[in-house]
């Protein structure tokens, strides 16, 4: 009850309260009945659309290099395709910004797929990496060509997880906020971007929750598929024995390995041309944007300092992460357990698909609910400053499950028929058996959902009050203000998100479990 209550709680209510004010008004009706609404959702899904083929295609010879190949500095290219995908949105925008200064609809697409490529690469490579070479050796004894072995043997086993992946990245693509915001300005809007300017800028209360009641419908939709998808995928990977798959390339396999080398490469390019923005002055190279971070800006733009922000940032990431750790460790024990009795898997499967809703439904559309919504609590959360770790853990939370959850699923019943036999109570067999064993991906949870909360800028940018903004928050207002000075904080806060970043992403992957686990 602890994780479903808080969900309810902090997340159920809130989008429930969107969803009531949408279809309790007439902005529902007028909403709809705009072609601009259309519009808006017609490039949502186009850019998402694109932005996952992008992703899939770039992503495809990177799987084949980490599940087949047995090459030096393969744990290097699994680190480096990670950084991406939990580097925050507003440095990636800045980031793709800098290279591409007009913005647009290919900066958009190439930002989110940016993002998204360690998504599909991973979890396509831990499938691949089960699938037997025999079957493929083959194919090619019978006078298949390789691409023909590719096409008839390999992918159709691979489907699984190239749906399962395609699903959730273009959940992400479609709930991008910082990205288009950035990038697209008030030229390219998707429904993310619009409830926000809605909220933030027409005060258009009811056309915000019609299109968050929109926005809604489709990501419940798409998680559906999700589930389904990566139940396939599980089933997929149970039914084969993990094998040794990997060996040096031989012949056209070099060309694949060489692709996927460049698309490593190409996903360096935005992350090296950010450090060398932060560092460009009007003067040649200098640290001024570092410097100025001590202060509030060109012409007191910040209420607070850089510094400020900064520490802001690592408090409330701090909190949102504990509080993550405590839901997603407990709704990841109750999945396991019901799916160890008799449960039906039809009620298991429903329950996880629930709490993973927080992971496609706009984070913007969560800090909306909240404003609407948390008044009724004791206390009125809205002017608390517990709201925004609040939020954070909500965003964190799946991203923990889904770490944890595959690790304990993949514990011998053996050893937990051996410990109860020898007289351990139920609760004593999870925490000195389960919990130990599950011990590496807890704390690499705990890292990735560190520095996902960190970097979180969706509903922080609703709840964040001035005088406490974390550091995402500002860079976003350094940018929408005027002044050099602006442009090289907001840079050189980028770039310290970023090394940050790195470092967690490092730490992840000495701790990750090789052969379970998502992300």
């Known amino acids: 009850m602890v994780p479903l209550g808080f969900l309810a709680v902090f997340f159920l209510w809130p989008v429930a309260a969107i969803i009531q004010r949408g279809l309790g008004s007439s902005g529902l009706g007028r909403v709809l009945g705009s072609p601009d609404t259309w519009s808006v959702v017609l490039f949502t899904v186009a850019q998402a659309a694109a932005s996952t083929v992008v992703a899939v295609v770039a992503a495809m010879p990177v799987a084949f290099l980490l599940a087949r190949c047995a090459l030096p500095g393969a744990a290097l290219v699994r ?26 609809v290919l900066s958009i697409v190439l930002a989110n797929a940016f993002f998204n490529v360690a998504v599909v690469a991973r979890t396509v490579a831990g ?30 086993a691979l489907r699984p997880a190239i749906g399962s992946a395609a699903a959730i990245v273009f959940l992400f693509c479609a709930t991008s906020f910082g990205v288009v915001l950035l990038l697209g300005g008030a030229r390219y809007r998707t429904l993310e971007t619009e409830i926000y300017l809605r909220t933030v800028d027409l005060l258009d209360l009811s056309g915000a929750a019609a299109l968050s009641l929109i926005q809604i419908t489709a990501v419940v939709s798409v998680l559906v598929l999700a589930a389904l998808a990566r139940r396939r995928r599980e089933t997929a990977m149970a039914l084969r024995a993990r094998t040794e798959t990997t060996r040096r390339p031989r012949g056209g396999e070099w060309w694949v390995a060489g692709a996927a080398y460049a698309v490593v490469a190409s996903l360096m390019v935005p992350i090296v041309a950010l450090v060398l923005r932060s560092l460009s ?34 408090r409330a990431a701090t909190d949102a992460t504990l509080l993550a750790l405590v839901l997603g460790v407990s709704a990841s024990v109750v999945l396991v357990s019901l799916g160890r009795s008799r449960a039906h898997p039809g009620f298991v499967d429903s329950l996880d698909t629930a709490l993973m809703l927080p992971l496609g439904v706009s984070a913007v559309t969560v800090g909306f609910g909240y404003l609407i919504t948390l008044d009724a609590l004791p206390g009125d959360l809205r002017t608390s400053a517990a709201l925004v770790p609040l939020a954070q853990a909500i965003v964190v939370t799946p991203l ?62 609703f709840l964040a009050r001035p005088d406490s903004a974390t550091l995402p928050v500002v860079i976003g207002r350094l940018i929408s203000r005027p002044g050099e000075l602006n442009n090289q904080m907001a840079y050189a806060a980028c770039t310290m998100l970023m090394v940050v970043t790195v470092a967690v992403v490092l730490l992840v992957e000495r701790l990750r479990v090789r052969s379970v686990g998502e992300f």
């Open 79 to 104: 680190a480096a395709i990670l950084v991406p995908f939990v580097l925050p949105t507003v440095v990636v925008g800045l980031a793709f910004r800098s290279l591409m200064p007009d913005g647009g």
């Open 127 to 156: 499938l691949w990496s089960h699938l037997d070479r025999r079957a493929e050796d083959a194919a090619r004894a019978l006078g298949a060509s390789p691409l023909r072995a590719f096409t008839s043997v390999t992918l159709p």
């Open 281 to 314: 002055t009007s003067d040649g190279w200098g640290l001024d944007g570092y410097r100025a971070l001590s202060g509030t800006g060109f012409r007191g733009s910040l209420q607070i300092s850089g510094i400020d922000a900064a520490l802001n940032s690592l």
């Open 400 to 461: 923990v499950i889904r770490m944890i959850l595959p690790v304990l699923r993949s514990v011998d019943p053996r050893l937990r028929q051996a410990a109860g036999s020898l007289g351990a109570s139920p609760s004593r067999v999870w925490r000195e058996v389960d919990i130990p064993l599950a011990g590496r991906s807890l704390l690499a949870a705990a890292a990735f959902g560190f520095v996902v909360a960190l970097g979180e800028f969706g509903a922080t940018s």
